[in-house]
């Protein structure tokens, strides 16, 4: 059973930068990309960018270009996402999900960031 | 950048009555291959998203069939047809057509 499991909780200060895992079991790891999703408190749901984790390409979104870093490890079915130059304004849930033919089918549980002085 | 509106904001249903969603992009989600690229997804409270609906109308794995998805180019509706006490959330509707993919900003669904 395919299974997306993030890292744990992480509070930081402003200007630090935060680096969220996000581990695939269950499927071939190099066989779909992944979807990064943020939700601050409250609000809706903005999407942060893809990777493909078979070739390490990525594509982000404009809003986060320059400030973010997606990679990934395929000796340990993980795939990484660092954000850097926080504000508070980055206080979010972060969600990792694949993407198969048919929408993004599977979601990590995800991981809360909170940045805070 | 895809603009993608839905409505209402917020809906209250009595359990067992039918329910409707609107979802509508600024620009058309039909793909030359026939396909569009709509996706409804529910976020229970305190869960993450999860699929219901794929290309505007397929239903996802394991989705029950009182919700149905309809709909092509800009203008697309998600039904509930007897809505249960399981159903509260908030529905997404996502484009996946181009990126940077773009959500609404939600329908809340509450149980009257």
């Known amino acids: 059973q395919a299974q997306l499991v993030q890292s744990g909780a992480e509070v930081k200060k402003p200007g630090a930068s935060m680096k969220v895992s996000c581990k695939a079991s269950?499927?071939?790891?190099?066989?779909?990309?992944l979807h990064w999703v943020r939700q601050a408190p409250g609000q809706g749901l903005q999407w942060m960018g893809w990777?493909?984790?078979?070739?390490?390409?990525?594509n982000l979104a404009q809003d986060y270009q320059g400030r973010v870093t997606m990679t990934r490890d395929t000796s340990i079915n993980t795939a990484f996402m660092e954000l850097s130059s926080l504000t508070s304004d980055d206080t979010a849930v972060y969600y990792c999900?694949?993407?198969?033919?048919?929408?993004?089918?599977?979601w990590g549980q995800g991981t809360l960031v909170t940045v805070s002085s | 950048d895809f603009v993608v509106t839905q409505s209402p904001l917020s809906l209250s249903v009595t359990p067992g009555e039918p329910a409707s969603m609107s979802c509508r992009s600024s620009?058309?989600?039909?793909?030359?291959?026939?396909?569009?690229?709509l996706d409804w997804y529910l976020q229970k409270p305190g869960q993450s998203p999860q699929l219901l609906i794929y290309?505007?109308?397929s239903r996802a794995s394991g989705v029950p069939d009182r919700f149905s998805g309809r709909g092509s180019g800009t203008d697309f509706t998600l039904k509930i047809s007897r809505v249960e006490a399981e159903d509260v959330g908030v529905y997404y509707c996502m484009q996946a057509l181009q990126t940077p993919y773009t959500f609404g900003q939600g329908t809340k669904l509450e149980i009257k």
């Open positions: 269950g499927y071939s790891f190099t066989g779909f990309y």
């Open positions: 620009q058309s989600l039909l793909q030359s291959n026939g396909y569009n690229y």
């Open positions: 999900a694949r993407e198969t033919s048919r929408g993004l089918g599977g």
């Open positions: 290309w505007g109308s």
């Open positions: 990777i493909n984790p078979k070739t390490g390409d990525t």
